[in-house]
């Protein structure tokens, strides 16, 4: 078995340092374990180290770790094993959601024994590998960008297109304030939920996110449910969003799991993001001249070698069903 992420949240420094020094030698090779002292800190730590498994106490100050996991499970899919040292919060821990419960030992946690290290690693990495075989087939995406003349683009490739499809994420090159009323224009003209992405979203099938003008979009979530992160920041190729933001991330965090395609534009924004989504494995498509209003980004892309295959607008819709129904 590969290594696993595991979170450790525990108010008290010892017990995290020690429970972590002593579990590592008995978790795969390649494992990391990431420590929290408190459910704030463990919501931070959950979006930048990704865990694939949280080992969770149940009292703590400021929110005890139920209420915590309650809120958490509300947004996100985190596969959890609760500890306490009170054998009578078992129900309670697992009524919240946690996968598993297990008894603190009493006294020095050095003296607990090889056996509790045992299987306490052995329980984690159940519950990790159980997170990656549920989300195996769930997670795929399609992402899109585009810059001039991509909103009439956009609009026609989705109003030819039906659920079921993946989540749809697109960045095209637009002011802010224009953004959300693209989103809107096509929520009420497609058969698709459509929004403007917000910082946290959880990519759902059948939905379409598009980036709001003035921020980035990323999606995140290597090892669970894709999620979205907007956020102001510098230009990239001149533009934020940048469609090569977008599909950076794509790359590193869906990989052969992602459909990629680039649409009209001017410039060359997005084109090496998706060559990086070709090297992933994934399936990349370029709009071609003909049908561009301006043959910009798809060329410098279809030029470097990041489009597999190039095809008039009036193609792309049905190559993305086929992509997503296996065809």
């Given at each position: 078995?590969?290594?696993?992420?595991?979170?450790?949240?525990?108010?008290?420094?010892?017990?995290?340092?020690?429970?972590?020094?002593?579990?590592?030698?008995?978790?795969?090779?390649?494992?990391?374990?990431?420590?929290?002292?408190?459910?704030?800190?463990?919501?931070?730590?959950?979006?930048?180290?990704?865990?694939?498994?949280?080992?969770?106490?149940?009292?703590?100050?400021?929110?005890?770790?139920?209420?915590?996991?309650?809120?958490?499970?509300?947004?996100?899919?985190?596969?959890?094993?609760?500890?306490?040292?009170?054998?009578?919060?078992?129900?309670?821990?697992?009524?919240?959601?946690?996968?598993?419960?297990?008894?603190?030992?009493?006294?020095?946690?050095?003296?607990?024994?090889?056996?509790?290290?045992?299987?306490?690693?052995?329980?984690?990495?159940?519950?990790?590998?159980?997170?990656?075989?549920?989300?195996?087939?769930?997670?795929?995406?399609?992402?899109?960008?585009?810059?001039?003349?991509?909103?009439?683009?956009?609009?026609?490739?989705?109003?030819?297109?039906?659920?079921?499809?993946?989540?749809?994420?697109?960045?095209?090159?637009?002011?802010?304030?224009?953004?959300?009323?693209?989103?809107?224009?096509?929520?009420?003209?497609?058969?698709?939920?459509?929004?403007e992405a917000e910082n946290g979203d959880v990519a759902t099938?059948?939905?379409?996110?598009?980036?709001?003008?003035?921020?980035?979009?990323?999606?995140?979530?290597?090892?669970?449910?894709?999620?979205?992160?907007?956020?102001?920041?510098?230009?990239?190729?001149?533009?934020?969003?940048?469609?090569?933001?977008?599909?950076?991330?794509?790359?590193?965090?869906?990989?052969?799991?992602?459909?990629?395609?680039?649409?009209?534009?001017?410039?060359?924004?997005?084109?090496?993001?998706?060559?990086?989504?070709?090297?992933?494995?994934?399936?990349?498509?370029?709009?071609?001249?003909?049908?561009?209003?301006?043959?910009?980004?798809?060329?410098?892309?279809?030029?470097?070698?990041?489009?597999?295959?190039?095809?008039?607008?009036?193609?792309?819709?049905?190559?993305?069903?086929?992509?997503?129904?296996?065809?």
């Amino acid at each position: 078995m590969s290594g696993i992420r595991v979170l450790i949240v525990d108010d008290s420094l010892v017990f995290r340092e020690m429970l972590s020094k002593e579990l590592m030698p008995h978790l795969p090779s390649g494992s990391v374990i990431e420590k929290a002292m408190d459910p704030f800190e463990a919501r931070d730590k959950i979006l930048t180290f990704n865990p694939d498994v949280m080992l969770l106490d149940i009292e703590m100050p400021k929110m005890d770790g139920v209420e915590f996991l309650r809120r958490l499970l509300s947004q996100y899919d985190q596969p959890t094993i609760m500890l306490s040292g009170t054998p009578e919060y078992r129900q309670l821990a697992l009524s919240a959601g946690a996968v598993d419960f297990v008894v603190k030992p009493s006294g020095n946690l050095r003296l607990a024994g090889g056996d509790f290290f045992i299987s306490l690693a052995a329980k984690l990495c159940a519950a990790a590998t159980g997170r990656t075989s549920q989300h195996k087939e769930m997670k795929r995406l399609i992402a899109l960008g585009a810059s001039t003349g991509g909103t009439e683009a956009l609009a026609s490739v989705l109003n030819a297109m039906e659920p079921p499809l993946p989540p749809i994420v697109i960045v095209q090159h637009i002011p802010p304030m224009f953004s959300r009323l693209f989103a809107e224009r096509l929520d009420h003209d497609t058969k698709f939920s459509v929004k403007e992405a917000e910082n946290g979203d959880v990519a759902t099938p059948n939905h379409v996110y598009v980036a709001p003008g003035d921020k980035h979009l990323r999606v995140m979530g290597r090892r669970g449910p894709i999620r979205i992160s907007c956020e102001k920041g510098e230009k990239v190729n001149g533009h934020c969003p940048s469609v090569d933001v977008m599909f950076d991330s794509v790359a590193e965090n869906v990989g052969l799991a992602a459909l990629g395609v680039i649409f009209t534009g001017m410039g060359s924004d997005g084109a090496k993001g998706l060559l990086k989504v070709r090297a992933s494995g994934a399936m990349t498509i370029g709009q071609d001249e003909r049908t561009c209003v301006v043959y910009g980004m798809p060329r410098v892309a279809y030029e470097i070698g990041a489009v597999k295959q190039q095809l008039p607008l009036q193609m792309i819709p049905g190559a993305i069903t086929a992509w997503a129904h296996g065809v």
